[in-house]
Antibody, heavy 121, light 107 residues
């Protein structure tokens, strides 16, 4: 079955960077865009951007431009999201999510389990 | 950026009652609206896409409607396992945006 398994929880100091991984299985990794969505504690969902695993092309939300980098390793069907210059308000659960079809605007039919990133001095 | 406003913030109903959740867009998004259900400690789950299409495995008691700027998610007969927060999301313009959520509780 289609699934994505994310890396474990992280605790980082302000100003540091974090890199979260998302390993996909059950489908052809390069066929579907991979998106990243985050959720601060007790708050709503916020889209961060996507990566095209086939070409490596990316599209980031303006809010995260300059701080986020999305990459992939097709040999191990894994997508990565790196966020730099961490602040306390970056504390959130970070999800990878795959569209239900191959377009880059497809609704998110499959989600990873989430990775909690805590930013604290 | 398209803003999605969900109402009410919280809905408290008895089992078997009908739940009606609203999502209003700041500009027309045609029918490109999805609904997600998120239970505590879990990732969101896609319920409805393109306003009215149920995702795979979603029970028929969930239905969606609307176009343009006004959308509705209806749960025809509330069950205890429907306790969750429900989010709408548009895919018409970048950035993709979500509504603030409606929490559904059982009385």
């Amino acid at each position: 079955q289609v699934q994505m398994v994310q890396s474990g929880a992280e605790v980082k100091k302000p100003g540091a960077s974090v890199k979260v991984s998302c390993k996909a299985s059950g489908y052809t990794f390069t066929d579907y865009y991979m998106h990243w969505v985050r959720q601060a504690p007790g708050l709503g969902l916020e889209w961060m951007g996507w990566i095209n695993p086939n070409s490596g092309g990316t599209n980031y939300a303006q809010k995260f431009q300059g701080r986020v980098t999305m990459t992939r390793d097709t040999s191990i069907s894994t997508a990565y999201m790196e966020l730099s210059g961490l602040r306390s308000d970056d504390t959130a659960v970070y999800y990878c999510a795959r569209g239900r079809d191959v377009t880059n605007t497809s609704p998110f039919g499959t989600w990873g389990q989430g990775t909690l990133v805590t930013v604290s001095a | 950026e398209i803003v999605l406003t969900q109402s009410p913030a919280t809905l408290s109903l008895s089992p078997g009652e009908r739940a009606t959740l609203s999502c209003r867009a700041s500009q027309s998004i045609r029918s490109y609206l999805a609904w997600y259900q998120q239970k505590p400690g879990q990732a969101p789950r896609l319920l409805i896409y393109d306003s009215s299409n149920r995702a795979t495995g979603i029970p028929a008691r969930f239905s969606g409607s609307g176009s343009g700027t006004d959308f509705t998610l209806t749960l025809s007969s509330l069950e205890p396992e429907d306790v969750a927060v429900y989010y709408c999301q548009q895919r018409t313009n970048w950035p993709l945006t979500f509504g603030g959520g409606t929490k559904v509780e059982i009385k």
